[in-house]
């Protein structure tokens, strides 16, 4: 039976004595809700904003827009982005969402492997 039909039927029957069963399932509702769906974007919002606050000269990033980049200037709202040779590009801090620094030192040897 789908968990949404059991709160309906629970709902169109409020004198068999199940308001309190329904109000658990509400609860039981918000809790898995809060679980699965709330909780892991706050983690991976706390972890975004690390990664913003602990930017450094030298970090491999990629933007919101795909741009990959390395960190040339910090300043409080942006950061300068060396993008190829000598041509750098402005973008706000908040756009900054991943570091490949791992991935790029990866594919360097495996570069050097072959």
């Not at 109000?23 to 709330?38: D, E, K, N």
């Not at 974007?41 to 990629?62: A, T, Y």
């Not at 409080?76 to 991935?103: C, M």
Request: charge should be positive.
């Amino acid at each position: 039976m789908n968990f949404l039909t059991i709160i309906l039927q629970a709902a169109q029957q409020p004198n068999s004595g199940s308001s309190m069963g329904f109000w658990l399932m509400i609860i039981l509702l918000f809790l898995v809700m809060w679980l699965f769906m709330i909780r892991p974007q706050r983690k991976q919002q706390k972890e975004l904003e690390k990664f913003r606050s602990e930017l450094k000269k030298g970090d491999k990033v990629v933007t919101a827009g795909g741009i990959y980049g390395t960190v040339a200037e910090i300043q409080e709202r942006t950061v300068l982005l060396k993008v190829d040779g000598e041509i750098k590009i402005r973008v706000d801090k908040n756009s900054l969402v991943r570091d490949y620094t791992a991935d790029a030192q990866a594919a360097n040897d495996q570069a050097q492997q072959k």
